[in-house]
């Protein structure tokens, strides 16, 4: 069983940065396909990057990308996603999830472990 932790989210301001942390309590991602979603408020969840546990591959959401950085922290054995250039429509729950799968990691059901999420607030 894998329990995941995200960590790092908070209030900031437009323009601000942040950086999202996800642990795997007792075990490394490094292993794992990592996906991080959002849900804001009256909103579906969403995906907003994936990075691949075959070759790499990376995805982003449109709206994030150029903005956000997914990658993985080896040697903390977390993986993060900084967020650069935060705007009013990032506010968010943030979750990050996990698949030991090895495919196209855009929805839901690719993903059999879940973060608690982190509440990421943009406002001035």
């Known amino acids: 069983q894998v329990q995941l932790v995200e960590s790092g989210g908070g209030l900031v301001q437009p323009g601000g940065s942040l950086r999202l942390s996800c642990a795997a309590s007792?075990?490394?991602?490094?292993?794992?396909?990592i996906g991080w979603f959002r849900q804001a408020p009256g909103k579906e969840r969403e995906i907003i990057s994936y990075?691949?546990?075959?070759?790499?591959?990376?995805y982003y959401k449109n709206s994030v990308e150029g903005r956000f950085t997914v990658g993985r922290d080896n040697e903390k054995k977390t993986v993060f996603l900084q967020m650069t250039s935060l705007e009013s429509e990032d506010t968010a729950v943030y979750y990050c999830a996990a698949s030991s799968r090895k495919g196209w990691g855009l929805a839901e059901r690719f993903y059999d472990y879940w973060g608690q999420g982190t509440q990421v607030t943009v406002s001035s």
């Open positions: 990075i691949s546990n075959l070759d790499g591959y990376i």
């Open positions: 007792g075990s490394s991602l490094e292993d794992y396909a």
